[in-house]
């Protein structure tokens, strides 16, 4: 199992536990926005099963060379449809490339609550790829959604009380935050 971007290594990592260990396309720190695979990198894209991604147009060249691979099964988290994206909002989308085929905020890994939905979802997929598991990942995942639903979401808003009291706007320089505002 390969994840883009790493973001989603630890959500990955703690759905498949002891089931099998997943990696991360792209190292921790590489630009996703920008980057070009690595011949290792399109190696192990060549050689995978389950490619999860947040959305399938947020890198469109990986996903042309992903498509070269019979084998693979790219998973987009935000085509489950437990996952509920939120829209771009206009600015965000004048950002982007191109703003035609970005039509959903393909950042709901910030989301503990979204992603809490799609653990079991995404678990039956993982299953069908590693079959005689689906006990276990259906474990993991309702582990995964209760930690999520539970300790890291009232965490989370905690966190955002006390250094944003007031309802309003974020100022970032990555319009990748619509989730803190839902």
Do not use: C
Not at 164 to 176: D, F, L, R, S
């Amino acid at each position: 199992i390969l994840v883009f971007p790493d973001a989603l290594l630890p959500y990955v990592a703690t759905l498949t536990e002891g089931v099998t260990v997943p990696a991360s396309l792209f190292p921790a720190g590489q630009d996703m926005h920008h980057a070009s695979l690595t011949p290792h990198q399109a190696q192990l894209l060549s050689h995978a099963d389950l490619l999860i991604v947040p959305d399938a147009q947020t890198h469109p060249s990986l996903m042309r060379l992903a498509a070269r691979n019979q084998q693979l099964h790219v998973v987009a988290l935000t085509d489950l449809r437990q996952a509920e994206p939120r829209p771009y909002s206009s600015n965000a989308l004048l950002e982007q490339q191109d703003s035609s085929t970005m039509a959903t905020d393909p950042h709901l890994w910030l989301d503990p609550q979204r992603m809490a939905a799609i653990a079991a979802p995404l678990a039956k997929i993982i299953a069908q790829k590693i079959p005689g598991n689906e006990r276990k990942l259906a474990q993991n995942a309702d582990s995964l959604a209760h930690h999520l639903r539970t300790q890291l979401m009232p965490a989370l808003k905690q966190v955002l009380k006390l250094t944003h009291p007031a309802p309003g706007n974020y100022i970032t320089y990555h319009p990748a935050y619509s989730y803190f505002l839902s």
